[in-house]
Nanobody, 114 residues
Framework: QVQLVESGGGLVQPGGSLRLSCSVS????????MRWYRQAPGKERELVAG????????NYAESVKGRFAISRHNAKNTVYLQMNSLKPEDTAVYYC???????WGQGTQVTVSS
């Protein structure tokens, strides 16, 4: 069955960096668009970044442009989210999503605080 497992979250100081990973199984990863979403307490889930299967083109929320980078390693069935210059407002649970299968990971907590 389709499975998405995120890892890499944690506590980081403002200005710091984290790299999230999402390992995928149960479908042909290389042909799938993948996305990262996040949900902060009391807020709706929002799209952070996406990466297409063909050509690997990417898109980002305005709030993270220039700070976050989404990438994929098809041989490892893994999608990444490199997060730099983190801010307290980036604090949220981050989720990996495969839209073709409407499949979500369990989420990983990112907390940005001094």
């Amino acid at each position: 069955q389709v499975q998405l497992v995120e890892s890499g979250g944690g506590l980081v100081q403002p200005g710091g960096s984290l790299r999230l990973s999402c390992s995928v199984s149960g479908f042909t990863f290389s042909s799938a668009t993948m996305r990262w979403y996040r949900q902060a307490p009391g807020k709706e889930r929002e799209l952070v970044a996406g990466i297409f299967s063909t050509g690997g083109s990417t898109n980002y929320a305005e709030s993270v442009k220039g700070r976050f980078a989404i990438s994929r390693h098809n041989a490892k069935n893994t999608v990444y989210l490199q997060m730099n210059s983190l801010k307290p407002e980036d604090t949220a649970v981050y989720y990996c999503y495969a839209p073709r299968f409407d499949a979500w990971g369990q989420g990983t907590q990112v907390t940005v605080s001094s």
